[in-house]
């Protein structure tokens, strides 16, 4: 079966510190693979896609297809990166398969 | 913000009951997908249509069916409601497949 797994309900980190966000995915072919965020108060909203390879807002993944993963890195986090980021592998041609979520706190 | 809206906002039923979302995709937005978000889970697939037509299905019974219509709004039904139903109801429009544009959801509560 299709799965993603962010292993990190939680995630708090001081301003200024690196960031990882944990994503693992279990499927067959090769996804496109997505990560999007939610602030607080704001809808969902694409962060970055991994074809397309570009940073943004300073995040970076890249996809290691041995390892089956597909985390989403910073190297200075800043208080506004504070949301819940979610990993979505994109299956077939038509659904996201979303994992559980990981909510990044980032302290003063 | 303008872009994919989504209607009511906040909407209470009571058990057994019928209700019926709905979306209203970015013009000339073809596909909409409709997802449920459970307290403390991600969104889960219900289903998406493509002009009109669905397109693809997840794990939901038949009782959840949609409707997609030619002026980019949609709706979801739910008939038969259950008390597992009460979650985030959340339509994506796109103009491909890949990138999906999100609404802000609307909350349903059953009783």
């Known amino acids: 079966a299709q799965r993603v797994t962010q292993p990190e309900k939680l995630l708090s980190v001081f301003k200024g510190a690196p960031v990882e966000l944990k994503c693992n995915y279990s499927?067959?072919?090769?996804?496109?693979l997505f990560w999007y965020v939610q602030y607080s108060r704001q809808r969902l909203q694409l962060l970055l896609r991994h074809i397309s390879r570009e940073s943004i807002k300073g995040f970076t993944a890249d996809l290691n297809k041995g390892e089956t993963s597909f985390h989403l890195k910073k190297p200075f986090a800043q208080e506004e990166d504070s949301a819940m980021y979610y990993c979505?592998?994109?299956?077939?041609?038509?659904?996201?398969?979303f994992g559980t979520g990981t909510r990044l706190k980032v302290l003063a | 913000e303008t872009g994919v809206t989504q209607s009511p906002t906040h909407l209470i039923k009571t058990r057994g009951q019928q209700v019926t979302l709905r979306c209203s995709s970015q013009s000339g937005h073809n596909t909409v997908s409709w997802y449920q978000q459970a307290l403390g889970q991600g969104p889960q697939f219900i289903f998406q249509y493509y002009r009109e037509e669905e397109n693809g299905r997840g794990n939901f019974p038949p009782r959840f069916s949609g409707l997609q219509f030619p002026n980019y709004s949609s709706e979801l039904n739910v008939n038969a409601l259950e008390l597992d139903d009460s979650a985030l109801y959340l339509c994506?429009?796109?103009?491909?497949?890949?990138?999906?544009?999100f609404g802000p959801g609307t909350r349903l509560t059953v009783t």
């Open positions: 979505a592998p994109l299956s077939g041609t038509y659904k996201y398969i």
């Open positions: 499927y067959s072919g090769s996804p496109e």
């Open positions: 994506a429009s796109s103009p491909t497949s890949s990138e999906q544009y």
